[in-house]
Every structure is written in C-alpha cells, then in structure tokens.
C-alpha cells in the first residue's frame, strides 16, 4: 500500500552521489557530489545497474559527427533502481519500489516519476537496466508500420539493430534478415531469434527486393546498400545516427523511381505528451518493453556481454573503444 501524503518522508535528507563524466574527448572520470534534497514532486533512487549506450555514447565521448563536443558532460540514460526517497506531492510511488529509470550513470538520483516505470518483480534488475535501448529501438520500428507477413532486413546487428530485429519479430514481421559482417554479432542475433543472419547483402538473390529496411549501423555509406534493396513502395527506416554524410545517392534510381519512403527515425522525434498513432511518447515505449520482457517477447541480457563495478566506468569505456574484445555492451554495478 502506498504511504499516504501526511506519512510521506519530509525529504530533508542530503545524498552523496557519483556519476560518470565525460571531462573532454575520450576522457572518462567518476564524478563525486552532493545531491540536493528529495523535492516535493520528485522520487530518489538509488541505481542497482545502469547500462552503456555505446552507439551513442561513445559518439559523445569522442566528439564524433552529428554530436555537440561539448565537455564536460554526464552520460547515460537507462539504469534500474530502487526508490529511497518519495517527495510529499508524489503519489502511487513508495519506498523500496524497484523501477527502470531515464537517468544518467549515476549511484543517486532525484528524478521527475515519470522518468520512471515501476518493474514487476519477475524481471531481472540487469536485464532492465537496458530497457531503455529497447524504447529507442522500438519507435524506429514502430515508424516502420510493419505489416503481417512482411519480411524486415536489418542492417547492423549491434545493440539497436539486434533489438530492431526482435522487436520486427514481435510488430508481425514473418522473417527477419540481419545484416552484419563481424560474425560474433551474427552469432548474438541467431541466439535472438533472427531467421537469417549474412555478413554481406551481396548475399541475397539478386531478384531479392525487401518491403522493410532498418537501417541501424549509422555508417553512411551503409544508406546505399540500404536503398539498393528496397523495393517499389518499401520503407527504408533510418534508426541509427550517421556519422557523417553518405556520399552519391542516386535519388531518382534508389527512391524516386521506386517509390520508397524515407523515415528518419531519431530518438527525439517522439509525440510529446500523449501518443499519436506510431508516435509513442518515452513513457508509452518504456512500458511496452518492460511488458515485452515480462512476457519473455524480446531478450534483453544476451546483449550485456558484461558487468563491471561503477567505479571502473572509464576502464569500461575504454573496452568499448578498443574493439578488441567481442563486446555488444557493458553494464554498470553500482551496488557497492
């Protein structure tokens, strides 16, 4: 039973916090201060697992295209965690709730509830510390407007395109083709259900025309080969984030001629506040994968390849920079 506003914690107390900074390109530290009290509309949590976004992050930490370079700068934005603190304005929240949370890689946070969804118990704190890999992933698909019966082909089978697929899967979609030419990668997206993973699409038969592409490697070159598949009046979704400029698209051949619909489907574009047809508001798609994972629709733990302590994030960082191991992405533990 949830407290009630008068027996409500006063929200007074100061909290110690760590968090990861980016300090300047390619410069990861732990950050150490203190957080303000609890105010009366927010909930404070303490962080169980936050998990590295690398597309993204490691984007931002290198000051790659398309992103700000503006340092220093927090990083992260999906974790689980526990409710330590509700403020007195704040109903159907208690403490020791436990949530999967938009919030930075950080041990404390006090956050705006409905940056939070509350987590039934049967779901593995780790696996939803990731949750929110799976709404980014989820609005691309959604734009796609898959049909049933349609088949998808997904290029990049790392974390966003590997959900794409799932998440295909669950829309309707009959068969799934991922596309990616690091072979471990390919493996992870067999163990997660894909019907056909090949390192090239050179592979396909050549009469060989999908009605969805999902465009998830953010390499602009790879917008051609995108393209060159589709066929007349298919969808090509455009959900990871270029770096850079894809050079010589012959429109009238690739898209004019054929018909294709180009959907950019970045993170931010989403309906604001309440959900309009496929626009889904962060609220909306997080409970729908939370809901997806409870139910053992999409799989979220094949993609954390590993955990490591909080404390050594930029030893982290450095692994997912390296690319010498086979890493889809890291998880932080912030239980210590």
């Not at 118990?121 to 939803?128: G, N, R, T, V």
């Not at 009046?233 to 990871?240: A, I, K, N, T």
């Not at 294709?260 to 993170?267: K, Q």
Request: charged letters at 20%; one cysteine or more.
């Amino acid at each position: 039973m949830n407290p009630s506003p008068q027996n409500q914690p006063t929200c007074e107390t100061i909290h110690h916090t760590s968090r990861v900074q980016f300090t300047q390109p390619g410069f990861v530290e732990i950050e150490h201060a203190d957080l303000p009290a609890c105010g009366a509309h927010e909930i404070c949590v303490a962080t169980t697992y936050s998990t590295i976004s690398p597309g993204t992050e490691l984007a931002f930490l290198h000051a790659q295209a398309n992103t700000p370079g503006e340092f220093p700068v927090s990083s992260g934005y999906t974790a689980s965690a526990r409710v330590i603190e509700v403020g007195t304005q704040v109903s159907h929240w208690h403490v020791g709730q436990t949530v999967a949370a938009m919030m930075p890689h950080s041990a404390v946070e006090n956050l705006d509830p409905v940056a939070c969804i509350a987590m039934p118990e049967s779901i593995d704190p780790l696996e939803a510390s990731a949750y929110r890999l799976g709404s980014i992933a989820i609005q691309g698909v959604r734009k796609a407007q898959i049909q049933m019966g349609e088949t998808v082909v997904v290029f990049g089978l790392g974390v966003i395109g590997n959900l794409a697929g799932q998440l295909a899967r669950a829309a309707g979609a009959t068969k799934v083709i991922g596309i990616d030419p690091v072979d471990w990668r390919r493996a992870c997206a067999e163990q997660c259900a894909f019907d056909m993973v090949i390192p090239s699409a050179d592979q396909l038969p050549k009469s060989f025309n999908a009605p969805i592409v999902i465009e998830a490697t953010g390499v602009p070159s790879v917008v051609n080969d995108a393209l060159a598949i589709t066929g007349r009046l298919g969808r090509v979704v455009l959900l990871g984030s270029s770096r850079g400029c894809t050079p010589q698209v012959d429109f009238y051949r690739d898209v004019h001629k054929k018909g294709i619909t180009i959907v950019g489907a970045h993170e931010s574009i989403r309906a604001p506040v309440d959900t309009v047809g496929h626009l889904c508001t962060h609220q909306t798609d997080g409970k729908t994968i939370i809901d997806l994972l409870a139910s053992d629709r999409i799989r979220l733990r094949p993609l954390i390849t590993d955990v490591m302590p909080a404390r050594d994030a930029p030893r982290a960082y450095q692994r997912l920079t390296d690319r010498t191991e086979q890493l889809m992405t890291i998880a932080l533990d912030w239980n210590d």
